[in-house]
T-cell receptor, first 112, second 113 residues
């Protein structure tokens, strides 16, 4: 069965510190992979996506993610977080029939 | 800047009432998705359409929910009759099968009393 896991429910990080959010998936083949961010009371905004090619992908707001086939992972990183990065982050593999499967999400709190 | 729009943004209704949520996909997009977000279940796919035809509604309670696309610029999600357990945020997303990415609307926050 296809599944996606975000092991960290909540992460607290200091402003200016680095951030890494984990995502592991279990799919028959390498799916298309997405990271979305949701600010409180808002819809989901696409941060970045991986389809093929270079395994390190750059996104908006200074985020990047690395696809590691051997680990079935697609972790999201940011070198230096800003207070505005406080939000909930969702990893979402997409299967061949265009359906996204969302992880449970990781809530990021940024402390001053 | 093209965006998915959803109306209403907020809806409070009483149990048993009909609720209709509307979505205008981004012009030119040929796939439309309906999701529901709750604290307990997270984000769940309810139904999706391609070229206005329903492809999958397996995530939708069939007895009370229905989804349609009367035309390429409008998708609707209807609940009749509504129940308190339907309280959630309902998101519409659209995409272009050639671009592979889904773009989300701001959601409709539904509260059924």
């Amino acid at each position: 069965a296809q599944s996606v896991t975000q092991p960290d429910i909540h992460i607290t990080v200091s402003e200016g510190a680095s951030l890494e959010l984990r995502c592991n998936y279990s799919y028959g083949a390498t799916p298309y992979l997405f990271w979305y961010v949701q600010s409180p009371g808002q819809g989901l905004q696409l941060l970045l996506k991986y389809f093929s090619g270079d395994t390190l992908v750059q996104g908006i707001k200074g985020f990047e993610a690395e696809f590691k086939r051997s680990q079935s992972s697609f972790n999201l990183r940011k070198p230096s977080v800003h207070w505005s990065d406080a939000a909930e982050y969702f990893c979402a593999p997409r299967s061949n029939d265009y359906k996204l499967s969302f992880g449970a999400g990781t809530t990021v709190t940024v402390r001053a | 800047d093209a965006r998915v729009t959803q109306t209403p943004r907020h809806k409070v209704t009483e149990m048993g009432q009909e609720v209709t949520m509307r979505c205008q996909p981004i012009l030119g997009h040929n796939t439309v998705f309906w999701y529901r977000q709750t604290m307990m279940q997270g984000l769940e796919l309810l139904a999706y359409f391609r070229n206005r035809a329903p492809l999958d509604d397996s995530g939708m309670p069939k007895d009370r929910f229905s989804a349609e696309m009367p035309d390429a610029t409008l998708a609707t999600l209807k609940i009749q009759p509504s129940e308190p357990r339907d309280s959630a945020v309902y998101f519409c997303a659209s995409g272009n099968s050639y671009q592979e990415t889904q773009y989300f609307g701001p959601g409709t926050r539904l509260l059924v009393l």
